[in-house]
């Protein structure tokens, strides 16, 4: 099956305890795609991240990556499998090096394209030229990058940003979009998180936006730019 979707999710809902964030969300990603998760604050957009990557538990529906149903499977096993996140909040090794921060999340996989240090620094040269510095001596621009690399060097498949850009300066924000276009042009599927609607609407191909837990809206990129009713809507713009 050649066409299939690398990233599936059908009608999955999560709680915290009692409460209920996820109502039936359901959405796709085909191979190479990348796709955004757009909505105001609390909607869901981390909760669906973190459902995907099984750290906190689908309670219904289904996840399948690459055709494998992966809902109830420990996330390390997830990861394995091909996924990975930046997570918010970014969550370097704060006393580890640059270039240990790095080597600390390597995984082999077979096959070609695997990334390497210097692939990383290639993509940032920033990084190499703080190779030796610890990671809470980093800019959030540099920390940012660092997270992005760090989930690079797990050779994933889909690669998944939940808010990589805020509260970074415009600079940065160009380079980490910049970044995120020459890994599509490359062939990774990217799931992305961001309030930068603008910037989306350039580099990604697809959007979902959810409220309350459940997709509202889906569209192509020249789709979402053109339906300001929309964006005012659902994303306060
Ligand atoms: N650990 C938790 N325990 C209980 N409730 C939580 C927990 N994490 C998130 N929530 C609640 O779940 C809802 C969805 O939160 P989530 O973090 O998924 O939203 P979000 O769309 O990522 O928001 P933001 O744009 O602010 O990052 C919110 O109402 C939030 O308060
Ligand atoms: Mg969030």
């Not at 669906?48 to 309670?59: D, P």
């Not at 690399?149 to 980490?176: H, K």
Request: with cysteine.
């Amino acid at each position: 099956m050649a066409d299939r979707n690398l990233l599936e999710i059908d009608n999955v809902e999560t709680c915290y305890g009692l409460s209920q964030v996820l109502f039936g969300i359901s959405f796709a990603i085909a191979p190479g795609e990348m796709v955004t998760l757009m909505g105001r604050n609390g909607m869901g957009k981390t909760t669906t991240v973190r459902s995907i990557m099984g750290l906190t538990a689908a309670r219904a529906g289904s996840i399948r990556f690459d055709g494998r149903e992966v809902r109830g499977l420990p996330s390390y096993r997830i990861a394995k499998l091909g996924l990975g996140l930046v997570p918010e909040g970014r969550q370097v090794f704060p006393t580890l090096t640059v270039r240990e921060n790095l080597v600390a999340t390597a995984v082999e996989r077979g096959g070609e394209g695997r990334w390497t240090i210097d692939r990383v620094h290639d993509l940032f040269p920033r990084l190499a030229e703080r190779g030796g510095s610890m990671g809470n001596q980093l800019s959030g621009g540099e920390q940012q990058m660092l997270a992005i690399g760090r989930a690079l060097m797990t050779n994933p498949r889909l690669l998944i940003l939940d808010e990589a850009t805020e509260g970074l300066a415009p600079l940065i924000r160009a380079e980490i979009w910049k970044s995120l276009e020459r890994l599509k042009s490359e062939g990774l599927s990217v799931l992305v998180i961001d309030k930068n609607v603008e910037a989306l609407t350039r580099v990604a191909d697809r959007h979902y936006i959810i409220e309350r837990g459940r997709v509202v809206w889906t569209g192509l990129s020249r789709e979402l730019a053109a339906a300001t009713d929309i964006q005012h809507r659902y994303l306060g713009i």
